[in-house]
C-alpha cells in the first residue's frame, strides 16, 4: 500500500486566498483524522471522520475551516478565507479502529499564508 | 482532560544509549506509543505496548512502562546520527482519541 496520500506538498498563498488540502487514506482503514502542527503549539487533532462521518470536530479553530469526507478513499480540509496565523504543516492520517489501533499518518501539507 | 508530557530536548553521543521520557495522566489508557518524527516527513509509529505489559523490546529500542506512576520510557541503545528526530509519546484509551505529547527533540552528536 502506498500509504496516506496528502497533496499538495507545498502550499504558498496570499491572506484571503480559499486554501484546499486534499487527502488518500489507506484503502480499508474507516478512520480519518487531520492534525496540524506548529512550534508554538504542537500537534493539534482538528477533526476526525469514522466511516466518512466527522464524529468530533471540537478542534478546528473557527468557522473559517471545514472538512469533507465524501468518500472512503477521499478527504479535504479547506481554509476560507485563509490568515497567516494558519500557516503551519498539515497532517492526514487514518486508521482501522479495532480494540488495537495503529495510526498512520502523511506526509504533510507546508502551508504558508502570507 | 487527558494530557501528555516530555521533556522538549535531548542530546547523546554517538554509540551512547538514549533515555526518552514521558509521563501521562490518563489512568484508564489502553495503549502506549512512539512515534518519530524525522524532518519534512510525518509521524512514523515506532513502537507500541499495551498497558498490562511492563517491558517490550524491538531490537535497539526497550520501552517500560510503570504504570503506577503513568510513566513511559523508550531506550534506543546504540544511539546512531539517523535516530535524530522527534519522538513523540502518545496514549490511547479503547474508543477514543490519541493524545500527544509535545515531542522530545533527539539531537546525536559525532
Known amino acids: 500500500d502506498a500509504g496516506v496520500i496528502q497533496s499538495p506538498r507545498h502550499e504558498v498563498t496570499e491572506m484571503g486566498q480559499e486554501v484546499t488540502l486534499r487527502c488518500k487514506p489507506i484503502?480499508?482503514?474507516?478512520?480519518l483524522f487531520w492534525y496540524r502542527q506548529t512550534m508554538m503549539r504542537g500537534l493539534e487533532l482538528l477533526i476526525y471522520?469514522?466511516?466518512?462521518?466527522?464524529?468530533?470536530d471540537s478542534g478546528m479553530p473557527e468557522d473559517r475551516f471545514s472538512a469533507k469526507m465524501p468518500n472512503a478513499s477521499f478527504s479535504t480540509l479547506k481554509i476560507q478565507p485563509s490568515e497567516p496565523r494558519d500557516s503551519a504543516v498539515y497532517f492526514c492520517?487514518?486508521?482501522?479502529?479495532?480494540?488495537?489501533?495503529?495510526?498512520?499518518f502523511g506526509s504533510g501539507t507546508q502551508l504558508s499564508v502570507l | 482532560g487527558e494530557d501528555v508530557e516530555q521533556s522538549l530536548f535531548l542530546s547523546v553521543r554517538e554509540g551512547d544509549s538514549s533515555v526518552i521520557n514521558c509521563t501521562y495522566t490518563?489512568?484508564?489508557?489502553?495503549?502506549l506509543y512512539w512515534y518519530k518524527q524525522e524532518p519534512g516527513a510525518g509521524l512514523q509509529l515506532l513502537t507500541y505496548i499495551f498497558s498490562n505489559m511492563d517491558m517490550k523490546q524491538d531490537q535497539r529500542l526497550t520501552v517500560l512502562l510503570n504504570k503506577k506512576d503513568k510513566h513511559l520510557s523508550l531506550r534506543i541503545a546504540d544511539t546512531q546520527t539517523g535516530d535524530s528526530a522527534i519522538y513523540f509519546c502518545?496514549?490511547?484509551?479503547?474508543?477514543?482519541?490519541?493524545?500527544f505529547g509535545p515531542g522530545t527533540r533527539l539531537s546525536v552528536l559525532p
Open positions: 471522520f469514522n466511516n466518512n462521518v466527522p464524529i468530533d
Open positions: 492520517a487514518s486508521s482501522f479502529r479495532t480494540g488495537m489501533e495503529k495510526l498512520f
Open positions: 490518563d489512568s484508564s489508557s489502553t495503549y
Open positions: 502518545a496514549e490511547m484509551n479503547y474508543g477514543q482519541n490519541f493524545v
Open positions: 484503502s480499508g482503514h474507516n478512520s
